[in-house]
């Protein structure tokens, strides 16, 4: 199972945002790594800002190149604005669901919690991160594992009407997956028709 493993406040740093949640890091350092990284400013190509745009959504879903291109050739194929489309089929993989559940405190909490066998989508045990969440779905907490000290921590507080396209069951530990994400409710700052761009050259 492929993922990224390398050094995630350096990525966080490289694109000025906590899209792993080193929100303490970028405030002492809010400038992109290296020894140059405070001082340097060169113009970035049209090329580059479509690809930093990209590799952002990459590491903010914890998708690697193979995956994320599949994900943008089903997005060509299906109805609908191809860049909102791409962003939905992100948002219903099942980890990203786990992470705006609240189950984890982060996407990568998230996909470890799936691959543990720890979350049920309708009853079943699924342990495949990326597996896609349909409309009426209901993703929920394995009974065994609703003791988890890292899931009552996350849940502790969590404001779960942030996400309307999901409807939380407090007493259950799962949630529904009403429909599809609009583009407004999305809150990740990615400007997906870049990345439209960049596949489209």
Same mark, same amino acid.
């Given at each position: 199972?492929?993922?990224?493993?390398?050094?995630?406040?350096?990525?966080?740093?490289?694109? =000025?945002?906590?899209?792993?949640?080193? #929100?303490?890091? &970028?405030?002492?350092?809010?400038? @992109? *790594? =290296?020894?140059? =990284?405070?001082?340097?400013?060169?113009?970035?190509?049209?090329?580059?800002?479509?690809?930093?745009?990209?590799?952002?959504?990459?590491? /903010?879903?914890?998708?690697?190149?193979?995956?994320?291109?599949?994900?943008?050739?089903?997005?060509?194929? /299906?109805?609908? $604005? /191809?860049?909102?489309?791409? &962003?939905?089929?992100?948002?219903?993989? &099942?980890?990203?669901?786990?992470?705006?559940?609240?189950?984890?405190? /982060?996407?990568?909490?998230?996909?470890?919690?799936?691959?543990?066998? !720890? $979350?049920?989508?309708?009853?079943?045990?699924?342990?495949? *991160?990326?597996?896609?969440?349909?409309?009426? #779905?209901?993703?929920?907490?394995?009974?065994?594992?609703?003791?988890?000290?890292?899931?009552?921590?996350? &849940?502790?507080?969590?404001? !779960?009407?942030?996400?309307?396209?999901?409807?939380? #069951?407090?007493?259950?530990?799962? =949630?529904?997956?009403?429909?599809?994400? #609009?583009?407004?409710?999305? @809150?990740?700052?990615?400007?997906?028709?870049?990345?439209?761009?960049?596949?489209?050259?």
């Amino acid at each position: 199972m492929a993922r990224y493993i390398g050094p995630k406040t350096r990525i966080a740093r490289k694109f =000025g945002e906590p899209i792993f949640g080193a #929100d303490k890091v &970028l405030s002492k350092r809010n400038y @992109p *790594p =290296g020894q140059h =990284g405070n001082s340097r400013k060169r113009k970035t190509s049209e090329y580059g800002v479509q690809l930093k745009e990209k590799q952002k959504a990459k590491y /903010t879903y914890g998708v690697l190149e193979k995956q994320f291109r599949n994900l943008f050739a089903k997005a060509t194929r /299906t109805k609908g $604005i /191809t860049g909102e489309v791409l &962003l939905q089929l992100l948002e219903s993989r &099942l980890d990203n669901v786990v992470f705006r559940l609240g189950f984890a405190p /982060t996407r990568a909490a998230a996909r470890q919690l799936v691959s543990h066998r !720890h $979350i049920v989508v309708n009853g079943a045990v699924v342990n495949i *991160p990326s597996y896609q969440v349909k409309a009426g #779905d209901v993703v929920a907490v394995r009974e065994k594992s609703k003791s988890l000290e890292v899931i009552a921590a996350s &849940l502790s507080g969590f404001n !779960h009407s942030k996400y309307p396209w999901i409807e939380f #069951d407090a007493a259950s530990q799962g =949630g529904k997956f009403l429909h599809m994400p #609009d583009r407004a409710d999305i @809150p990740e700052n990615i400007k997906e028709q870049l990345i439209v761009e960049l596949y489209s050259k």
